[in-house]
């Protein structure tokens, strides 16, 4: 799943927590210095907590083709004398 920007600026790339909760950094698109930022609010790493529209969608390009794989032709004897 690919999320859009928006959503990318409001996780720091320092907070590694998966679920929703406050975070211990500054949002992305907070400009410096840094000082003046307010702690970001993680929304969640994983598509469970997202809850806008996805810029394309879980399983989008995927093949569901089935395939078949058989030897073509092979020898029947193979010799390992040098």
């Not at 909760?21 to 210095?33: L, T």
């Not at 390009?61 to 794989?69: A, C, E, K, N, R």
């Amino acid at each position: 799943t690919i999320y859009p920007r928006a959503y990318q600026d409001q996780i720091s790339i320092f907070d590694f927590n998966m679920r929703p909760g406050p975070s211990r950094w500054p949002r992305p698109d907070c400009p410096p210095p840094y000082a003046n930022c307010t702690l970001g609010t993680n929304p969640g790493r994983t598509y469970k907590f997202y809850t806008g529209d996805a810029v394309v969608p879980f399983g989008f390009g995927l093949s569901y083709t089935t395939f078949s794989y058989r030897i073509g032709s092979a020898a029947r004897v193979v010799s390992l004398d040098p």
